[in-house]
């Protein structure tokens, strides 16, 4: 991937990452904060939590879940992060109070010291009336009084819960490093914590320091010599301590498009409500491919069911400041053959361009349904990657801005002489009708 395409990629998360936070500032919220938290799962150290208000002109791309970026970019911009917020907050729940109250209390205590000295620096400089008016939180319940979104898997979707998880993540590795100048032998400053061969040799040889987690080390304590075993391997999962898990892919036999997908939401997209849907889970992606009948590393043939497709994707070009929209219809008759017909177009829309490559991917959910009712079809599955293309129009996010309330309109309207099914599909994950349609925006902009 070149330079400039991982600056349009990045461009294109922005605008994902603050479309949903758009829609709650057109609601009236004011000062949004995003909380998450680091190290639940490693034996050694302190639970570390971050609250973050950003600007709402926020535009700094690069920011997402803080473990899909490398340490030195998560530094970089957890200092731009620091600089550049409204306000932030950092918590902490240090090994001891793990121990007496257990990881979830601790981790909610870390969150509300963390929200507690957010406020405080939001009032310092916004006045004393001043204070965070909407909570973005990933899955944990949290009682603060402030009005609270719970957001599955928010360090993705979420800018200001992935900023958060930023902050918190830099902030407990360099204390960790610095442990490890305190404490030599457990590679600290490698393993973070974490249950890796090395922590266990140094546990094994030096014993425990004050800052470990007695809480987390019964297996250790029962049997040393299996212990690691016990509690699993060598990784960084931030979730998923004291357990065994080997990296699964997903082989979808039967499915909407038969393939090898690499996360359980993705191959669910694949098999939730289709009939007689066929699909297995493997360890070895090899074994995937033989269930599949791929011969060689052959990509798998796409057996479609009868029925029509919709794979849609926008695009944005900030330098003329248009958007289009790229789209590939599906068309698979019993006998199995397939049909496809390509449409793109381009908009001068100012105002829907403010969306950027979301408005491009609207407007080719609208340009699929068109084309079904034009050509009498009574039935379409719109395969997006933008979780808000269906969101909005199953009802599930509130409309907020003339964009959005006409698109809820028009599928409502739609939908009283077809049947439409929304699929979120992950970006760029290697399916040539989504790699297709994103083509099309962008050949619309001739970029």
């Known amino acids: ?53 950003l600007p709402e002109d926020w535009d700094i791309p690069g920011i997402n879940d803080s473990k899909k970026l490398s340490a030195k970019k998560r530094e970089e911009l957890s200092e731009i992060i620091k600089e ?14 793990i121990d007496d109250i257990n990881i979830l209390e601790a981790t909610k205590n870390a969150m509300k010291r963390a929200i507690e000295s957010c406020n405080g620096r939001l009032r310092e400089q916004k006045g004393a009336d001043a204070g965070i008016d909407m909570l973005l939180i990933d899955a944990v319940k949290l009682d603060t009084g402030i009005q609270t979104e719970s957001i599955i898997k928010g360090d993705e979707k979420s800018l200001s819960i992935a900023a958060a998880s930023i902050v918190a993540k830099v ?24 249950g890796t061969a090395k922590h266990y040799d140094g546990l094994r040889s030096l014993g425990y320091t004050p800052i ?6 019964k297996k250790f304590e029962e049997e040393k010599e299996t212990g690691r075993a016990a509690w699993g391997g060598s990784g960084n999962d931030d979730k998923g301590a004291g357990k065994m898990a080997k990296k699964k892919v997903y082989a979808v036999r039967k499915g909407r498009t038969p393939g090898i997908y690499m996360t359980w939401d993705d191959c669910r ?12 889970s493997f360890a070895d992606p090899a074994e995937a491919a033989v ?75 609208k340009m699929a349904v068109d084309f079904c009712m034009r050509q009498g079809i009574p039935e379409v599955e719109i395969y997006h990657d933008y979780e808000g293309v269906g969101k909005w129009a199953d009802g599930l996010w509130k409309a907020n801005n003339p964009m959005t309330q006409a698109y809820v309109r028009f599928i409502e309207k739609a939908r009283t002489r077809m049947k439409i099914t929304f699929v979120k599909v992950t970006a760029h994950a290697g399916n040539k009708y989504n790699e297709k349609a994103d083509k099309l925006a962008k050949e619309a902009l001739g970029i």
């Open 212 to 217: 470990h987690r007695r809480s987390f080390l």
């Open 1 to 53: 991937m070149t330079k400039a395409e991982r600056l349009e990629r990045d461009i294109r998360k922005l605008a994902e990452m603050k479309a949903h936070e758009d829609e709650l500032r057109a609601q009236g919220h004011r000062y949004i904060a995003g909380i998450d938290e680091v190290g639940r799962g490693p034996l050694a150290g302190p639970v570390y939590a971050a609250c973050v208000v």
């Open 269 to 280: 997209a694949q098999v939730d409500g289709f009939a007689g849907a066929e699909y297995k």
């Open 171 to 194: 902030a407990r590795d360099d204390y960790m490093t610095e442990m490890d100048e305190v404490y030599p032998g457990y590679d600290f400053a490698g393993n973070k914590g974490y």
């Open 84 to 97: 550049k917020a409204v306000a932030y907050g950092i918590g902490i729940a240090g090994n001891a109070e």
């Open 291 to 365: 269930y599949l009948g791929i011969a060689d590393g052959a990509a798998a043939e796409e057996r479609f069911p009868e029925g029509v497709r919709a794979y849609v994707d926008g695009s944005y070009d900030a330098a003329t400041e248009r958007f289009s929209c790229g789209v590939v219809m599906v068309r698979t008759d019993a006998e199995g053959n397939v049909k496809t017909r390509e449409l793109n177009r381009a908009f001068d829309d100012a105002e829907m361009a403010k969306q950027r490559n979301i408005a491009g991917e609207i407007m080719g959910a």
